[in-house]
Each structure stands twice: as structure tokens, then as C-alpha cells.
Nanobody, 118 residues
Framework: QVQLVESGGGLVQAGGSLRLSCAAS????MAWFRQSPGKEREFVST???????YYADSVKGRFTISRDNARNTVYLEMNRLKPEDTAVYYC????????????????WGQGTQVTVSS
């Protein structure tokens, strides 16, 4: 069982920035997803264990995913935040299959709320 601990959510005004962190119990392909009330959980970004990164079109150019292998921690730097980025953000680890799909993961963090006010 992979242990994941998330931190870094909060309330920010539109145009602001936040950084999310996810500490894992090992080195895996990891991803961030988000879920808003009444919507399905959606892919945000992933970083493959060898280093490649992928982003949802909605966050490309604004969000950056990175990892600190010494700390087994993945970060999501979120800039130029918009109200539509408001959601609970979940970290996921150790994908089986396409790392951009929710169904590829069995290991999830507890979620952290990000709220962007207009």
C-alpha cells in the first residue's frame, strides 16, 4: 500500500498562485486529479517516474508538476489561478496503464481543497 500525504491547498484570489505537495512512501509515477462538486474527477497533470510530464489542456502553461526524488515528493505549482480551478485536488501514485486516467490508480491521497475567488 502506497502512503500519500498531501498539503498546500487553500483560498486564493483569481490570478494568484498556490503550490501543492504530495509525499509518497516510494518513487512512482504520480499524478494530480481534481474534483468539483457534481463533477467527475478529472486529470490535471502527471509526472512519469522517469521524468516525463503531461498536462490537461485546461492547465497547460499555468501549472507545473515537478518532483524531488530525494524526498519522494511531487509538487504542483499552480499560477494564474482561475475560479474554475476551484476543486478538491487529489494526488495519485503508481499507475497501471494510462497515467492520465482515474482508473489507472489504486493509491490516492486524502485530497486538499483549492478555492479560487473571483
Amino acid at each position: 500500500q502506497v502512503q500519500l500525504v498531501e498539503s498546500g491547498g487553500g483560498l486564493v484570489q483569481a490570478g494568484g498562485s498556490l503550490r501543492l505537495s504530495c509525499a509518497a512512501s516510494g518513487r512512482f509515477t504520480m499524478a494530480w486529479f481534481r474534483q468539483s462538486p457534481g463533477k467527475e474527477r478529472e486529470f490535471v497533470s502527471t509526472i512519469i517516474w522517469v521524468g516525463s510530464t503531461y498536462y490537461a489542456d485546461s492547465v497547460k502553461g499555468r501549472f507545473t508538476i515537478s518532483r524531488d526524488n530525494a524526498r519522494n515528493t511531487v509538487y504542483l505549482e499552480m499560477n494564474r489561478l482561475k475560479p474554475e480551478d476551484t476543486a478538491v485536488y487529489y494526488c495519485a501514485a503508481d499507475s497501471i496503464g494510462d497515467p492520465r486516467r482515474v482508473t489507472s490508480y489504486k493509491n490516492w491521497g486524502q485530497g486538499t481543497q483549492v478555492t479560487v475567488s473571483s
